[in-house]
């Protein structure tokens, strides 16, 4: 039975919007979602980052900010919590995780530079090319088939990575990156088993191991369900053992740090903490609040130590594959197996009639609006397609993911979520394609307009 570990103490009401209020809304907004105003949404899935819902002991922190420039005691309590889960010695407050990614990359990557990851997330794969270098995917093969079935589709695969050091040498390459849980890949899991065989390979070649931490509580609970041996160990004690595998990491707290602002960066090397604190006092503020208040930083340690509690792990992994069970057993494509944070509906399977350069997932994105109030986002060919030497090249999967804000909706949203998914399968047939009428030269999917090709039964 899932259940809800937690109480509601204090509501923020959520408006049911009308069919016809729903279809101006997507029309107004050019059937782009990042455009809707979010009181024209009933169930907001947008993403899972900034979006968790505070514990009484978070808000009542945030009472305990020391707003002082520099010392703050925030800065101090978050320092121990962090050193004593994840057991680095430099811990750098930065005000989201890219600000980490950014400061971490503009000091060790140059032109020329080549950083391997299993699958770069958006702004860790853009952070290395700002700074001219090369970001390089190299996750296991079953992490780019849909269909695959793997307790942990989000491991690096060791072959490739051998190639990618050999063919590139190791003075090329400043650090490996592994992303757990791997979002770019479906929210997938990583082995420890992986995670150490990786750090062997490279202390071979002598090149240090970043983790990009966001969902690590998810990713060790993972581990906790499915890794061998691991069933009696304390999440607690599975996250101190990853981490002590990597010589840092770069952290978003408005992941599995349940709150709505905030991240950090880690390192244990003395010479490149002082470098990176240095750019830290250009970019963000003063090392002990980087570009946060200090009762960000109160909630930020109070939120690490609330999301190793398992009672909460167990509900919020049930909570994702209860939806994605609840679909799956309806025949909709999914991406196979659930993540820790999404479920990933298959757009090309889902509407077989739209070809790619009408955006199906876009198209679909749109249709669930229209159906249930749902925003989900598009992973697709709106976000990832190109023009190279004149044609247009567009990539091989064509998604929607529906990320699950941490503690916000319950059982029974999500069977309403499931209901409304089914209820647009059965009318699949009436989705219609769209057209792009604006797109910005940069990252279009954010502020792009479009209209449907043909008038279309759903939007009437
Ligand atoms: C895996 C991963 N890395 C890095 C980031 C960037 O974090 P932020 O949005 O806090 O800058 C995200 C955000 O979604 C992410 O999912």
Known sequence: MLTEPFKI?????????????RIQAIREAGFNVFRLPADKVFIDLLTDSGTSAMSQAQWAGLMLGDESYAGSQNFFHLQSVVREIFGFKHVIPTHQGRVAEHLLFSTVVTAGKVVPNNIHFDTTRANVEHVGGRALDCAIREAFDPDADHPFKGNMDLAKLERVIHEHGREAIPLVMMTVTNNSGGGQPVSLANIRETRQLLDRHGIPLFLDACRFAENCFFIKEREPGYRDR????????????????????????????????????????????????????FPTYGGLAGRDLEAMAIGLTEVLDEDYLRFRTAQVRNLWEM????GIPLVRPAGGHAVYLNARRFLPHIPQPQFPAQALAAALYIEGGIRAVEIGSLMFGRMENGRPVYPDLELVRLAIPRRVYTT?????????????????????????????????????????????????
Not at 248 to 276: E, H, P, R, W, Y
Request: proline share 3%; charged share 30%; hydrophobic share 40%.
């Open 9 to 21: 103490k204090v509501v923020e009401p959520i408006r049911s919007i009308s069919r016809e209020e």
């Open 234 to 285: 304390s999440v607690r004690d599975i996250v101190r053992e990853m981490f002590s595998l990597a010589h840092g990491c770069t952290m978003s707290a408005k992941k599995d740090g349940l709150v709505n602002i905030g991240g950090f960066l880690c390192v244990n090397d003395d010479a490149l903490a002082d470098q990176i604190k240095n750019l830290l006092i250009l970019v963000e503020g």
């Open 327 to 330: 679909l799956d057993q309806a």
């Open 412 to 460: 029974q949203h999500m069977r309403y979520v499931a209901d409304s998914i089914i209820d647009l399968w059965r009318r699949r047939d009436q989705v219609r394609g769209l057209r792009l009428t604006y797109e910005a030269p940069v990252l279009r999917h954010f502020t792009a307009r479009l209209e449907e090709v043909e008038p279309s039964v759903m939007a009437r």
